[in-house]
């Protein structure tokens, strides 16, 4: 399946792009971030991980660099990587939890992790368009073509 676009005129517009996304996924899902600083990435993920059910707070993995949460039956992990330097960096987080074929991995920058993340489903951009956004998705795996058929 081809890449897909759509235009989101604000913040509210790509927070509810997040939940639409989360109303069509089914099982887990690994899905790279990626945009400029600013972009969406964290508005659109905190958005998904809401509709999936987290009912915590979710925290920006910044500092972190991981935050772990339970999306109802299923887990779930939102990754920045925007403050590593080599993905080698990575191996004290304990990362195999991400391999968890039920989870559901959202990374942000996930450039900067090469190598140490599990593939991705889905590949999300989010780039400046005038005064919005706009949004590219595009599928690497059929569970990416799968959510991404869903996605009307």
Do not use: C, N
Request: charged letters at 25%; aromatic letters at 8%; a negative charge.
């Amino acid at each position: 399946m081809a890449e897909r676009h759509w235009k989101l005129a604000d913040e509210d517009a790509t927070r509810a792009f997040g939940t639409r996304v989360a109303d069509v996924l089914e099982g887990g899902i690994v899905i790279y971030l990626h945009g400029e600083l600013g972009a969406g990435k964290t508005s659109f993920a905190r958005a998904l991980l809401t509709a999936l059910g987290v009912g915590e707070r979710i925290k920006s993995p910044t500092y972190s660099l991981v935050e772990g949460y339970q999306a109802k039956e299923r887990p779930a992990w939102h990754l920045d990587l925007y403050r590593i330097a080599d993905p080698g960096e990575l191996e004290w987080l304990g990362l195999d939890a991400l391999s968890d074929p039920a989870a559901v991995v959202l990374v942000e920058w996930p450039e900067r992790g090469k190598g140490a993340l599990p593939a991705s489903d889905l590949e999300l951009e989010l780039t400046y368009s005038g005064t919005g956004r706009s949004v590219a998705l595009r599928p690497s795996t059929s569970r990416g073509e799968q959510l991404l058929a869903r996605l009307k």
